[in-house]
């Protein structure tokens, strides 16, 4: 008698986990500057605030074009780790609603705008608690806020900057953990779940406006529909959430003798310090970074993820043969 439980193929699951992680990192690597800039200009005070020219120039002045890739290393590790786990657990969560549609009987099997929003929202969640501590060393590496601090005052007063070598993703870890204790590695976690809602607005938007492009076309989306689709689903995501984004960054650069604070504090002090501008800081190359990003992400996860498949396929022929 063949079992009810649904079947979930977690080699597929397995297959899109890699491509979404091998896209990820492409994308990354592709945009990282842009990742560095507004997440400088995000943790500033607003008397240090710069033009987006101003800054790059001031940071290769400072740190060479190498600071514009400031811990490029742990934002690969990250968001390797990031899109696998995400990309694991919304295709198994797909899958288990797909099934449940097929034994209900229903007409089609593409999940509904609520079951992409659920999908979405439990791979999320398990992404933000696996990997917070990732993106706090990430973010102290990017803007090395006591350093850059000291060169801006030496070169304010007219003296000689001297050029520190930048901290290692090891270093800054084993500092991080000596200083401040492991609980700092989950500093900003409650905005980075409120901020689950990105991916979901996100993905969401992308397999409708997937679905309704299939339906009228009678073909599955190519790469470069895929590249466009994404932008617009990540423009509209992350315009939405980006006062959480500024939180967050915040909160993961904030010294361990400084009172923690809320999210909602956190958001007060920045309306009363800076006016409702201050929670949008850097959101300039931050949106153009997350376009791109995601665009740049879709259009390689499809390729990345056949090629995985045909990988897959043979090795399996291999194997049997053999």
Do not use: C
Not at 26 to 54: D, N
Not at 204 to 232: C, D, S, W
Request: glycine share 8%.
């Amino acid at each position: 008698m063949a079992s009810s439980k649904p079947v979930i193929p977690q080699n597929d699951n397995v297959a899109h986990a890699l491509a979404g992680a091998g896209g990820g990192i492409l994308s990354m690597v592709l945009t990282y500057p842009l990742i560095t800039l507004s997440t400088r200009a995000q943790v500033e005070s607003k008397r240090a605030e710069t033009a987006f020219l101003a800054a790059v120039r001031q940071i290769v002045a400072r740190e060479g074009v190498s600071g514009l890739y400031a811990g490029l290393d742990s934002a690969v590790f990250g968001i390797s780790v990031t899109n696998f786990v995400y990309y694991y657990w919304y295709e198994w969560t797909r899958a288990f609603f797909e099934d449940a549609a097929a034994r209900a009987g229903r007409a089609s099997k593409k999940l509904t705008t609520v079951e992409a929003m659920m999908a979405g929202a439990l791979a999320g969640s398990a992404t933000v608690i696996l990997t917070n501590p990732i993106w706090v060393v990430n973010t102290r590496m990017t803007t090395r806020r006591g350093q850059i601090e000291d060169e801006v005052k030496s070169e304010a007063a007219g003296g000689e900057v001297e050029k520190k070598k930048q901290p290692t993703t090891l270093g800054t870890l084993m500092a991080l953990l000596r200083d401040e204790g492991p609980q700092a590695l989950f500093r900003g976690v409650v905005p980075a779940l409120v901020l689950v809602i990105n991916p979901i607005l996100q993905y969401t938007l992308f397999e409708q406006m997937k679905n309704a492009y299939e339906r009228r076309r009678k073909r599955n989306v190519t790469p470069t529909v895929a590249f466009f689709l994404g932008a617009i689903g990540k423009l509209f995501a992350t315009s939405v959430t980006y006062p959480y984004i500024t939180v967050k960054s915040q909160m993961h650069v904030a010294p361990d003798g400084e009172k923690r604070e809320g999210m909602t504090q956190a958001i007060r002090r920045v309306i009363k310090e800076e006016g409702y501008a201050g929670l949008y800081k850097g959101i300039g190359p931050k949106v153009t970074q997350s376009v791109l990003t995601a665009a740049f992400l879709f259009a390689f996860k499809d390729v990345l993820y056949e090629q995985t498949v045909k990988l897959r396929g043979t090795i399996a022929k291999r194997a049997v043969k053999a």
